[in-house]
């Protein structure tokens, strides 16, 4: 099912809300019913101690015998009458602990008791008993003690279980509490969990490759399958990707071409070496047919064909750095390629400008001929452009076995580059050259070829004294396919 990122967050934050407002509800709801029930507690405490207060009249009144004692406790018991009656009405049935309503027939049968006590009274110590011979004094006093006490005795009881009642609930709002908070807390581990797997993982790769494709090295995003924006957003990356290696390829050969047109009047100088050679040759031979020394005409044949195979070779060269080719490693003689690319360059170097090569034979590593060829151009060239005024330019190479690398060194004796361009030089389009002279792309597709062969380019420089770049490729596992 393809949920979109919007609704995974919306879903795990209402999932995250509805919990928390769940438990927030309940917790809330428990700690109205305790207030509530500290409030009946309070109440019929209150009616505990006015009937208390009404039995200490009553107890005095059996001992001193004094009427007004009885009256005191007869107005104590309707006092707590009234407050149990309100109690009842003002908190309902929430506040009626079984016994509740037989506390209230208690009292009025307490209060009846006592009322009639109060009339049978003569004042002189005697009881009118109505004829009830069993009914005296002493049995009264009894029957009015013992519904006395049972009345504490029950009010005591319900404010005891309300307690308990109370505490219960205290209780059971810790649980809740406690489990509120593990819940959030699992919760918020869940759902950090899942953003950081749904939202957080795949922007980090996407993140990566940016930062990959910035760098020039444009591999595709692994793809992964999440069936959201994600999923998407990296399909059009790759497209993106795979858009950007098709024109890096074409910014390549164009760059190519344009290296091509500045070789061209130097390639043209250098056939018409050999070609003049050739000529010359063949205007001695013609002259010469007659004559028999033999053994002259073969040479000046020899040197014919040596001569057409340095044009070849000159053509070769030109056709091979022309071709479009996918980029692939083989093993390759470093000394063949740079006599190679010298050759190509050889009718473009001025005259005050000496070229030392050191490139020790035998030096094999795993390059895409054609790329690093391209690259050594693009070096030599701008060292040639740096010294207008003449200098020398040396290509050096050397191998650091420990490392697996190989080091190849251009270095001129020119201008040198500014400190403020030094880390401008390998933008695209950055040139200091005059209009229509330089496109500013060599050294921007030189640092791309080097990337993709997993190697880097360093320059150091001096204003006015020259320039050093140097390439460092690894190896790579030579073998016995060479160039
Ligand atoms: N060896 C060097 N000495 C001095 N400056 C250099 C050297 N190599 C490069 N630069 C500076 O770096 C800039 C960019 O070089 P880059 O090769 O990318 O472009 P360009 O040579 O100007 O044009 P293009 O190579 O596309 O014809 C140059 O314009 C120049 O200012
Ligand atoms: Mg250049």
Redesign the pocket.
Known sequence: MRISIRRKIALSFSVFILISGLIWVLTYYTYYLIGYRLEVIGLKNDVLNTILEARRYEKNYFLYGDKKNIEQALSYIRQAEIKLTKIAREYGKYALIKGFDEDLDDLLEYENSLAVFLDTYKGDGSLDLGGDEDKNLLWYQGEIRTLGRRITHNIEDIVAKEWQYVQRLAEKSRDYLVFALAAVSILSILTALYLAFNVNRPLRCIEDAIHKVAKGDYTNVPTISTGDEFESLVASLNNMINELNKRSEQLIQT?KL?SLGTLTSGVAHELNNPLNNISTSCQILLEELEDDNLEYKRELLMETERQIERARDIVKGLLEFSKVRPFSLKTVNLRGLVDETIRLIKGEIPANISLKVEVPEGIRAEMDPRRIQQAML?LI???M??MEDGGELTIKAWVEEDKGELYFQVQ?T????PEE?LTK?FDPF????DIGK???????ITHGIIEQHRGRIEVA?ELGKG?T?TVILPIGEVNSATV
């Open positions: 760059e344009a693009n060239l701008n060292g452009q740096a001129d020119g201008k040198g580059i361009n030089i950055f040139t200091t050259s330089g496109s500013g792309l060599g050294l921007s420089s320039t770049f």
